[in-house]
């Protein structure tokens, strides 16, 4: 298994909701990322974990809530979101340090 | 041409024209780049990498070029095809320590006209 998977695909919410995205790999990969990418925008970092530990926090929101159960799965929980961070969001994987990043498809969150 | 702003730098060429998308990084002390491609409504996928150490990857029909004394990259891409129209990101890493982090290049839209 070659591949990061993400799901929801799409999600919408409202600004008093709870939701959580979901990114798993199976490639013994040991850092995991979250990325935000806006239209025509490059991803901009969120979060990094390297062997299931919060590495790097890019100064998000608290609103934006990472979890690292185990080495393969990565969840990014969110609670009282804006109209602003809707926004395609994107995990992905690395083997080891500065090593190419695997990116999953994508989680397509509009927030109302 | 080039634009800068909220708008793609764009790239428009013919199907079987070669392609030369520029990128310049701005972090003389990285040592790892790599370049991705993102069709739309897809996360990005990974193309070509080069460390440092080299000037020249070549991968299939893809060509990165790096320049560590102006701090340019550079993807060719040969003969370039339909299915070859997307956006693509250069990202730089500093590698050593802790330090996972790319950072991405704002990306530039190749469009291949049949």
């Known amino acids: 298994d070659t591949e990061v998977t993400q799901t929801p695909k799409h999600l919408v919410m409202g600004m008093t909701n709870k939701k959580s995205l979901k990114c798993e790999q199976h490639?013994?990969?040991?850092?995991m990322y979250w990325y935000k990418q806006k239209a025509k925008k490059p991803p901009e970092l969120m979060f990094v974990?390297?062997?299931?530990?919060?590495?790097i926090n890019e100064s998000v929101p608290s609103r934006f809530s990472p979890e690292c159960p185990n080495s393969s799965l990565l969840n990014l929980h969110l609670h009282a979101l804006q109209p602003e961070d809707s926004a395609l969001y994107l995990c992905?994987?690395?083997?080891?340090?500065?090593?190419?990043?695997?990116f999953g498809p994508g989680t397509r969150l509009t927030v109302l | 041409g080039e634009s800068v702003g909220l708008h793609l730098p764009t790239l428009s060429v013919q199907e079987g024209d070669n392609s030369i998308i520029n990128c310049a990084y701005s972090?003389?002390?990285?040592?790892?780049f790599i370049w991705y491609k993102q069709e739309s409504g897809k996360g990005p996928q990974f193309i070509i990498d080069?460390?440092?150490?080299?000037d020249k990857r070549q991968g299939q029909r893809v060509t990165v070029l790096l320049n560590k004394t102006v701090k340019h990259l550079s993807l060719q891409i040969a003969a370039t095809q339909p299915g070859d129209s997307a956006v693509y990101f250069c990202?730089?890493?500093?590698?050593?320590?802790?330090?996972?982090?790319?950072?991405f290049g704002k990306g530039t839209l190749l469009t291949v006209n049949p």
């Open positions: 972090n003389s002390a990285s040592d790892y």
């Open positions: 992905a994987s690395s083997s080891g340090l500065a090593l190419e990043q695997f």
């Open positions: 490639m013994g990969h040991r850092a």
């Open positions: 080069i460390r440092s150490n080299m």
């Open positions: 974990y390297s062997y299931e530990k919060l590495s």
């Open positions: 990202a730089e890493n500093k590698s050593g320590g802790s330090n996972y982090k790319l950072t």
